[in-house]
């Protein structure tokens, strides 16, 4: 391996100073990556990002539902913005949650729902806190209750983030039931959206990673360094989602082996994976931003 790191530096190609800054970046985004211990940061917090989905969810569903005046309109965008987000291999857990937030003890639920959404949701984003604090440089950790209040800020922030992907989707969904709209953009609206189907998720993801890797470090942040690390993990992330369905399904004969808690085994070592994969984003924001985006 250091016979080809050495045979890549005496080449013509490395020459190129961008091609020497993209190598320096790319191997310090790894060291640090390993550093920081990512892999179990990133471990931790899919442990409580998976306690805090559930009462998020069953949350979500009796506020849209209050607002529209129907359980079951929010139920299905709710379900909408799962499939959207989720692998198709995580089917079964999908079930699960479809099962709770359908059910007629719903009502029960909810009062629980709120102690565990403050303690799990906002134990995930202070973990989040301390993580992207770890990876920026020159980031310091914040005092206690601020640190708190910011985590309260980044969960309400989510919460708006919500509701705008859900005006967005509701003015999609009246846009398609306009008839004549194949007439005047002269194309065949199918393809239009089902074009849409696949980038409008990758829109929101960069979009809120962006907003992530921007705000949560406490540190001065430098926005082309979050779009560069937020665009990465965003397209390794859909892409991954994507690959991740494709081998499962494949090799179906997973049952086999963790039996009913297959569907839950398979849902967390996918996000376990996007969690790494968005550290390393992140890391790389911070390592862009210490070689070359910094101002002279």
């Known amino acids: ?31 640090k990556y390993g550093q920081h211990n990512c892999s179990i940061m990133a471990a931790g917090m899919s442990f409580f990002g998976l306690m805090s989905l559930i009462p998020l969810v069953i949350i979500a569903v009796s506020t849209l539902g209050y607002v529209l005046g129907s359980s079951e309109t929010a139920q299905g965008f709710i379900a909408k913005i799962l499939q959207d987000n989720f692998p ?44 992207l604090n770890r990876i920026w440089v020159g980031a310091t950790p914040r005092k206690f209750w601020i640190e708190r ?3 309260f800020l980044i969960f ?38 089902v074009a ?17 890797y921007m705000f949560v470090p406490n540190a001065k942040v430098y926005w082309k360094g979050a779009l560069i690390g937020s665009i990465f993990s965003s397209f390794l992330i859909e892409a991954f989602k994507r690959l991740f369905s494709i081998v499962v399904l494949k090799f179906s004969n997973y049952g086999s082996v963790y039996g009913p808690l297959a569907g839950i ?14 550290l390393l984003g992140a890391e790389l924001s911070s390592q862009c931003q210490v070689l070359f985006l910094r101002p002279k």
């Open 265 to 278: 085994i398979i849902f967390i070592t996918w996000l376990y994976m996007s969690m790494q994969i968005f």
């Open 156 to 193: 309400a922030s989510a919460g708006a983030f919500f509701w705008f992907s859900f005006a967005i989707h509701s003015l999609l969904t009246a846009i398609k039931n306009i008839d004549y709209l194949n007439f005047i953009i002269f194309v065949d609206i199918s393809i239009l959206w």
């Open 88 to 131: 198709k291999s995580a089917k079964e857990m999908l079930d699960i949650i479809y099962n709770i937030i359908s059910s007629p003890e719903r009502s029960v639920i909810n009062g629980l729902s709120f102690l565990g959404l403050i303690w799990s949701g906002m134990r995930f984003f202070n973990i989040m806190q301390g993580v």
């Open 196 to 212: 849409i189907g696949y980038v409008m998720p990758l829109i929101f993801l960069i979009a809120m990673t962006f907003l992530v």
């Open 1 to 31: 391996m250091n016979q080809l790191l050495s045979y890549m530096k005496k080449s013509a190609i490395f020459r190129n100073p961008y091609i020497r800054t993209l190598y320096r970046i790319l191997r310090e985004t790894i060291d």
């Open 149 to 151: 209040l910011f985590a």
